[in-house]
T-cell receptor, first 113, second 115 residues
């Protein structure tokens, strides 16, 4: 079945440090991997995504890497800032044309000043 | 472009009642997906509609249903509410044509509390 595992469940870092969140997916047919940031009481916001034909993608301080062989993908945030504090969700989706995302369980990131 | 909107934002219902939630996608988007978010189960896929047709359905009981109108607005209905249906219900819109995955953008959600 489809399953996405996400670790760690909580992550505390000091401002300026890097943060890494890791996800593993079970469905080998998955080929689209978005990451969402959800602040308290707010909607999930798409922050970056990657498709299976790409190994790495960067957008300023955030990057995502994908290892298709190991079925792992990771979110990297550099130079963390207090406003990065939120819950981050990874997700995976098959290329069936159906817009169905299978989400990880979320990582609560706390960036302390 | 205006973002995804959902109404109402908050709802309190009693067990056994039914509820209808509404979602208006981003202009030009034809796909609307619905998700349930709870502290225990996280974000779970309910169903997806594209051009008024349900294309995919998650593992939820038949009490959960939905529909989509010709203007791409979507509604979901939950009948015979149970306490466990208390959750944040999120809809997401995307371009959603067949054959590839598109970015999904979420609405603010409807917070449903069942008492």
């Amino acid at each position: 079945g489809e399953n996405v595992e996400q670790h760690p469940s909580t992550l505390s870092v000091q401002e300026g440090d890097s943060a890494v969140i890791k996800c593993t997916y079970s469905d080998s047919a998955s080929n689209y991997f978005p990451w969402y940031k959800q602040e308290l009481g707010k909607r999930p916001q798409l922050i970056i995504d990657i498709r299976s034909n790409v190994g790495e993608k960067k957008d300023q301080r955030i990057a995502v890497t994908l290892n298709k062989t190991a079925k792992h993908f990771s979110l990297h945030i550099t130079e963390t800032q207090p406003e990065d504090s939120a819950v981050y969700f990874c997700a995976a989706s098959r290329n069936t044309g159906f817009q169905k995302l299978v989400f990880g369980t979320g990582t609560r990131l706390l960036v302390s000043p | 472009k205006a973002g995804v909107t959902q109404t109402p934002r908050y709802l309190i219902k009693t067990r056994g009642q039914q509820v209808t939630l509404s979602c208006s996608p981003i202009s030009g988007h034809r796909s609307v997906s619905w998700y349930q978010q709870t502290p225990g189960q996280g974000l779970q896929f309910l169903f997806e509609y594209f051009s008024e047709t349900q294309r995919n359905k998650g593992n939820f009981p038949g009490r959960f249903s939905g529909r989509q109108f010709s203007n791409s607005r979507s509604e979901m209905n939950v009948s015979t509410l149970e306490l466990g249906d208390s959750a944040l219900y999120l809809c997401a819109s995307s371009s959603g044509s067949a054959g590839t995955q598109y970015e999904q953008y979420f609405g603010p959600g409807t917070r449903l509390t069942v008492t």
